[in-house]
């Protein structure tokens, strides 16, 4: 009669294969990237993860770079967010296997609570089966070079002023149509023509003499602001000037 050997499966097919191949098991780390701390959940083989930890960002480089010296595989995963791809780069050049995964709901169980930790142990987990062969574990993002980054940041950074600039030409209108003024379509080449217009007065008139600034303001002032719009001054003893009426 067969004897039936009990407490033999392990958890996963990667601890079946360290087992019988007597190498090291697979390090899998999942990463919840902040701005000055990482929360990372670590998971060995097919046991089960790890307790969440905090690093300082150049302590978790020195702690990485010490599971890579140990002789094991080690895998990380992060997800892809404002902080860019700096720390991919960093773990790659440890040697260590780094994935960039797009943002996603990471509550597979549904209990509506969110935080660090539970974070980064779900994207463990998800690891451990991209490490297994399962492909669709994880959505992996293209890691651009340094040179590809800078070229995305100047047209962005440009798309980003244009979008400002269209939002205050936006509220300048508002407030004109607010004081019943009527808005100009384009406040910025109106601004630039008064700015000029301005300038050329401002020169003229440092080789006028007082009694003609009058007539220079009232001839040169500038059409394209509502708000500026002058009259030229009746005519009075003191100036001499003539009423265009």
């Known amino acids: 009669m067969n004897k039936c050997h009990l407490n033999t499966e392990l958890s996963s097919h990667e601890g079946t294969r360290c087992q019988f191949n007597g190498g090291r098991c697979a390090i899998k780390l999942g990463i919840d990237v902040h701005q000055d ?19 300082h960002k150049q302590a978790f480089l020195e702690w990485a770079a010490r599971l890579k010296q140990s002789g094991a595989e080690v895998h990380a995963v992060y997800e ?7 720390l991919q780069r960093q773990l790659s050049a440890l040697g260590i296997a780094c994935y960039v995964v797009c943002p996603q709901k990471l509550d597979e169980q549904n209990r509506r609570v969110k935080t660090d930790g539970l974070d980064a142990k779900a994207l463990c987990l998800k690891l451990d089966r991209f490490v297994q ?7 992996i993002v293209r890691v651009p070079s340094e040179q590809e980054e800078r070229s995305r940041a100047i047209h962005r950074q440009r798309e980003q ?7 205050l030409e936006a509220q300048g209108r508002s ?3 607010n004081h019943g003024i009527e808005p100009v379509q384009n406040l910025v080449e109106a601004a630039h023509f008064c700015r000029a217009r ?8 440092a080789s006028k003499q007082p009694t003609d600034l ?7 002032c500038c059409p394209h602001n509502p708000i500026a719009k002058l009259r030229r001054p009746k005519a009075t003893a003191r100036t ?3 009423d265009p009426a």
Do not use: S, W
């Open 37 to 55: 701390f990482y929360v990372v959940v670590e998971q060995v083989g097919g046991t089960n993860p790890k307790p969440p930890q905090r690093f």
């Open 80 to 86: 892809a967010c404002g902080f860019g791809f700096m």
């Open 133 to 139: 062969g399962n492909r669709d574990a994880l959505a």
């Open 161 to 167: 002023l244009v979008g400002a600039r269209k939002r």
């Open 175 to 177: 407030l004109m149509v």
């Open 198 to 205: 301005c300038a050329a007065v401002d020169e003229r008139a």
């Open 214 to 220: 009058a007539r220079i303001a009232a001839k040169d």
């Open 240 to 242: 001499g000037l003539d």
